[in-house]
Protein backbone atom coordinates (compact mmCIF):
# COMPACT_ATOMS: atom_id res chain seq x y z
CA UNK A 1 0.00 0.00 0.00
CA UNK A 2 1.71 3.36 -0.90
CA UNK A 3 1.16 6.12 1.51
CA UNK A 4 1.81 8.55 -0.50
CA UNK A 5 0.72 9.14 -3.97
CA UNK A 6 2.82 11.46 -6.40
CA UNK A 7 1.76 12.34 -9.66
CA UNK A 8 2.26 12.83 -12.81
CA UNK A 9 5.42 10.24 -13.07
CA UNK A 10 7.06 12.06 -15.71
CA UNK A 11 6.89 15.60 -16.50
CA UNK A 12 8.28 17.84 -19.51
CA UNK A 13 8.46 21.67 -19.26
CA UNK A 14 9.75 24.22 -21.32
CA UNK A 15 12.31 27.05 -20.10
CA UNK A 16 10.63 29.20 -18.05
CA UNK A 17 7.70 27.51 -17.63
CA UNK A 18 5.86 26.27 -14.16
CA UNK A 19 6.64 22.65 -12.70
CA UNK A 20 4.26 21.21 -10.85
CA UNK A 21 4.19 18.02 -9.08
CA UNK A 22 1.59 16.62 -6.32
CA UNK A 23 1.31 14.54 -3.92
CA UNK A 24 -1.62 13.00 -1.47
CA UNK A 25 -1.50 10.96 2.05
CA UNK A 26 -3.73 9.34 3.84
CA UNK A 27 -1.84 9.20 7.45
CA UNK A 28 -2.59 12.48 9.47
CA UNK A 29 0.01 11.27 12.49
CA UNK A 30 2.84 12.38 9.51
CA UNK A 31 4.59 15.16 10.83
CA UNK A 32 6.87 16.87 8.39
CA UNK A 33 6.89 17.08 4.22
CA UNK A 34 10.48 17.03 2.49
CA UNK A 35 10.49 17.33 -1.17
CA UNK A 36 14.14 15.73 -2.56
CA UNK A 37 16.00 15.87 -6.10
CA UNK A 38 17.88 13.07 -7.54
CA UNK A 39 20.00 13.19 -10.01
CA UNK A 40 20.85 9.78 -12.31
CA UNK A 41 23.32 7.58 -10.19
CA UNK A 42 22.98 10.23 -6.97
CA UNK A 43 21.54 10.34 -4.00
CA UNK A 44 18.72 12.10 -3.32
CA UNK A 45 19.08 15.67 -1.43
CA UNK A 46 16.65 17.56 0.22
CA UNK A 47 15.06 20.62 -1.59
CA UNK A 48 12.72 22.16 0.36
CA UNK A 49 10.36 20.70 3.42
CA UNK A 50 7.40 21.66 5.01
CA UNK A 51 5.80 21.12 8.73
CA UNK A 52 1.38 20.77 8.36
CA UNK A 53 0.88 23.89 10.51
CA UNK A 54 1.88 25.74 7.75
CA UNK A 55 0.44 26.10 4.11
CA UNK A 56 2.77 27.55 2.15
CA UNK A 57 6.76 27.93 1.46
CA UNK A 58 9.13 29.56 -0.73
CA UNK A 59 12.60 29.21 -1.37
CA UNK A 60 13.86 30.28 -4.26
CA UNK A 61 12.17 29.57 -7.32
CA UNK A 62 10.43 26.47 -4.91
CA UNK A 63 7.59 26.52 -3.32
CA UNK A 64 5.49 23.91 -1.40
CA UNK A 65 2.08 24.47 -1.16
CA UNK A 66 0.32 22.30 1.66
CA UNK A 67 -3.60 21.35 2.07
CA UNK A 68 -4.16 20.00 5.27
CA UNK A 69 -7.49 19.25 5.04
CA UNK A 70 -7.20 17.99 1.91
CA UNK A 71 -4.37 15.55 3.29
CA UNK A 72 -2.75 16.98 -0.45
CA UNK A 73 0.52 18.98 -0.97
CA UNK A 74 2.58 20.25 -4.19
CA UNK A 75 5.90 21.43 -5.38
CA UNK A 76 6.07 24.42 -7.77
CA UNK A 77 9.19 25.05 -9.50
CA UNK A 78 8.65 28.69 -11.12
CA UNK A 79 10.70 29.91 -14.07
CA UNK A 80 11.68 25.90 -14.74
CA UNK A 81 15.61 25.29 -16.16
CA UNK A 82 17.51 22.61 -18.35
CA UNK A 83 19.29 22.41 -14.77
CA UNK A 84 16.28 21.33 -12.93
CA UNK A 85 15.96 18.35 -15.14
CA UNK A 86 15.73 15.45 -12.52
CA UNK A 87 13.34 12.81 -10.96
CA UNK A 88 11.76 14.46 -7.86
CA UNK A 89 10.22 12.57 -4.74
CA UNK A 90 8.11 14.09 -2.38
CA UNK A 91 7.73 12.03 1.35
CA UNK A 92 6.50 12.38 4.32
CA UNK A 93 7.52 11.50 7.85
CA UNK A 94 5.25 9.55 10.64
CA UNK A 95 5.87 10.36 14.36
CA UNK A 96 8.30 7.04 15.07
CA UNK A 97 10.74 9.11 12.53
CA UNK A 98 10.31 6.67 9.55
CA UNK A 99 9.84 8.09 6.28
CA UNK A 100 7.60 7.24 3.11
CA UNK A 101 8.15 8.34 -0.31
CA UNK A 102 6.32 8.74 -3.37
CA UNK A 103 7.13 7.30 -6.25
CA UNK A 104 8.96 9.85 -8.11
CA UNK A 105 8.34 12.55 -11.06
CA UNK A 106 11.05 12.31 -14.17
CA UNK A 107 11.28 16.35 -14.76
CA UNK A 108 12.46 17.82 -17.92
CA UNK A 109 13.11 20.99 -19.03
CA UNK A 110 13.17 21.88 -22.71
CA UNK A 111 15.29 24.79 -23.71
CA UNK B 1 34.03 17.14 5.80
CA UNK B 2 30.66 15.52 6.93
CA UNK B 3 28.31 13.23 5.35
CA UNK B 4 27.42 9.71 4.12
CA UNK B 5 29.75 7.44 2.32
CA UNK B 6 28.34 4.04 0.81
CA UNK B 7 31.27 1.88 -0.75
CA UNK B 8 31.60 0.17 -3.33
CA UNK B 9 29.78 2.50 -5.80
CA UNK B 10 29.28 -0.64 -7.94
CA UNK B 11 29.39 -4.44 -6.68
CA UNK B 12 28.69 -7.09 -8.77
CA UNK B 13 27.95 -11.17 -7.26
CA UNK B 14 27.10 -13.85 -8.06
CA UNK B 15 23.67 -15.20 -7.41
CA UNK B 16 23.33 -17.51 -4.41
CA UNK B 17 26.29 -15.22 -2.80
CA UNK B 18 25.48 -12.84 1.00
CA UNK B 19 27.02 -9.75 -0.04
CA UNK B 20 27.50 -6.31 2.36
CA UNK B 21 27.29 -2.87 1.66
CA UNK B 22 29.17 -0.61 3.79
CA UNK B 23 27.35 2.96 4.80
CA UNK B 24 29.42 5.03 7.34
CA UNK B 25 28.07 8.74 8.80
CA UNK B 26 30.35 11.08 10.45
CA UNK B 27 27.42 13.27 10.91
CA UNK B 28 26.25 12.07 14.43
CA UNK B 29 22.94 10.81 13.74
CA UNK B 30 21.25 8.59 15.61
CA UNK B 31 19.00 7.35 13.10
CA UNK B 32 20.15 5.28 10.16
CA UNK B 33 17.87 3.97 6.87
CA UNK B 34 18.40 1.67 4.24
CA UNK B 35 16.55 1.89 1.19
CA UNK B 36 15.99 0.23 -2.35
CA UNK B 37 15.56 2.66 -5.30
CA UNK B 38 13.97 0.36 -8.22
CA UNK B 39 12.93 2.22 -11.39
CA UNK B 40 9.52 3.26 -10.97
CA UNK B 41 9.29 2.61 -7.61
CA UNK B 42 10.46 5.24 -5.47
CA UNK B 43 12.30 4.12 -2.43
CA UNK B 44 11.28 1.02 -0.47
CA UNK B 45 12.39 1.06 3.33
CA UNK B 46 14.33 -2.43 4.22
CA UNK B 47 15.86 -1.39 7.90
CA UNK B 48 15.96 1.05 10.22
CA UNK B 49 17.91 1.81 12.77
CA UNK B 50 17.05 4.63 15.37
CA UNK B 51 19.59 3.90 18.41
CA UNK B 52 22.81 1.46 18.46
CA UNK B 53 22.27 -2.03 19.17
CA UNK B 54 18.13 -1.68 17.73
CA UNK B 55 16.37 -2.17 14.55
CA UNK B 56 13.33 -2.36 12.93
CA UNK B 57 12.46 -3.78 9.61
CA UNK B 58 10.50 -1.50 7.38
CA UNK B 59 8.38 -2.58 4.57
CA UNK B 60 10.88 -4.79 2.35
CA UNK B 61 13.46 -6.47 4.83
CA UNK B 62 12.80 -9.99 3.55
CA UNK B 63 16.58 -11.48 2.42
CA UNK B 64 18.19 -8.83 4.36
CA UNK B 65 19.83 -8.22 7.49
CA UNK B 66 21.28 -5.29 9.74
CA UNK B 67 23.69 -4.43 12.43
CA UNK B 68 24.39 -1.31 13.97
CA UNK B 69 27.32 -2.01 16.65
CA UNK B 70 28.30 1.62 16.09
CA UNK B 71 26.72 5.10 15.67
CA UNK B 72 28.55 5.70 12.55
CA UNK B 73 28.11 2.49 10.99
CA UNK B 74 24.65 0.81 9.76
CA UNK B 75 26.20 -2.29 6.97
CA UNK B 76 23.45 -4.23 5.27
CA UNK B 77 23.97 -7.75 4.17
CA UNK B 78 21.86 -8.69 0.80
CA UNK B 79 21.38 -12.92 1.39
CA UNK B 80 21.09 -15.46 -1.08
CA UNK B 81 17.21 -15.85 0.21
CA UNK B 82 16.63 -12.56 -1.30
CA UNK B 83 14.65 -13.19 -4.87
CA UNK B 84 15.58 -9.71 -7.09
CA UNK B 85 18.87 -8.20 -5.32
CA UNK B 86 19.20 -6.59 -8.17
CA UNK B 87 18.82 -2.73 -7.37
CA UNK B 88 19.95 0.57 -6.64
CA UNK B 89 20.85 0.85 -2.58
CA UNK B 90 20.83 4.18 -0.31
CA UNK B 91 21.83 4.77 2.69
CA UNK B 92 20.37 7.68 4.87
CA UNK B 93 20.86 9.75 8.78
CA UNK B 94 18.75 11.57 10.45
CA UNK B 95 18.71 13.05 13.83
CA UNK B 96 15.92 11.47 15.57
CA UNK B 97 13.14 13.13 17.72
CA UNK B 98 10.16 15.37 16.74
CA UNK B 99 12.01 18.30 14.93
CA UNK B 100 11.76 19.32 11.43
CA UNK B 101 14.94 16.55 11.03
CA UNK B 102 15.75 16.25 6.91
CA UNK B 103 16.93 12.61 6.00
CA UNK B 104 20.87 13.19 4.37
CA UNK B 105 21.39 10.25 1.69
CA UNK B 106 24.84 8.48 0.73
CA UNK B 107 25.54 8.41 -3.21
CA UNK B 108 24.61 4.92 -3.41
CA UNK B 109 25.59 1.77 -3.80
CA UNK B 110 24.50 -0.02 -7.86
CA UNK B 111 24.28 -4.37 -6.91
CA UNK B 112 24.00 -6.13 -9.74
CA UNK B 113 23.85 -9.88 -9.43
CA UNK B 114 23.72 -12.18 -12.24
Known amino acids: QQQVKQSPQSLIVQKGGISIINCAYE??????FPWYQQFPGKGPALLIAIRPDVSEKKEGRFTISFNKSAKQFSLHIMDSQPGDSATYFCAARNTGNQFYFGTGTSLTVIP | DGGITQSPKYLFRKEGQNVTLSCEQNLNHDAMYWYRQDPGQGLRLIYY???????QKGDIAEGYSVSREKKESFPLTVTSAQKNPTAFYLC?????????????FGPGTRLTVT
Open chain 2, 49 to 55: SQIVNDF
Open chain 1, 27 to 32: NTAFDY
Open chain 2, 92 to 104: ASSISGQGAYEQY
